[in-house]
């Protein structure tokens, strides 16, 4: 049974930091590559950054370019997302998703976490 948790979510001011972890298990997570996606309230889903199987090619969203770094663990099955800078337009759910292929901001992802979610006041 797949399962992908994500943690780290809360409350910052504008310019603050966050980390967000994502655990997963029940399928070959060196085998995927993972991304991190949030959505505002009514709002579509928004591609944030993804990271190929084995941690060595990494994609962003220009909006974040320089602001968010994704890292990933292999040896404990973890996704890991470090961003800076916050923005007040930035508040919304987080998920980690993970996709059998190539990392990719826009193809379709396979098995998806259920969120943590960020409020960043201005």
């Known amino acids: 049974q797949v399962q992908m948790v994500e943690s780290g979510g809360g409350t910052v001011q504008a310019g603050g930091s966050l980390n967000l972890s994502c655990t997963t298990s029940?399928?070959?997570?060196?085998?995927?590559?993972m991304g991190w996606f949030r959505q505002a309230p009514g709002e579509q889903r928004e591609k944030v950054s993804c990271?190929?199987?084995?941690?060595?090619?990494?994609i962003y969203a220009d909006s974040v370019k320089g602001r968010f770094s994704i890292s990933r663990d292999n040896a404990k099955n973890r996704l890991f997302l470090e961003m800076h800078s916050l923005k007040p337009e930035e508040s919304g759910r987080y998920y980690c998703?993970?996709?059998?292929?190539?990392?990719?901001?826009?193809?379709?992802?396979?098995?998806w976490g259920q969120g943590t979610q960020i409020t960043v006041s201005s």
């Open positions: 990271i190929n199987y084995n941690g060595d090619f990494t």
């Open positions: 998703a993970a996709r059998e292929h190539s990392c990719t901001l826009f193809g379709q992802y396979d098995y």
């Open positions: 029940g399928f070959p997570f060196d085998a995927h590559a």
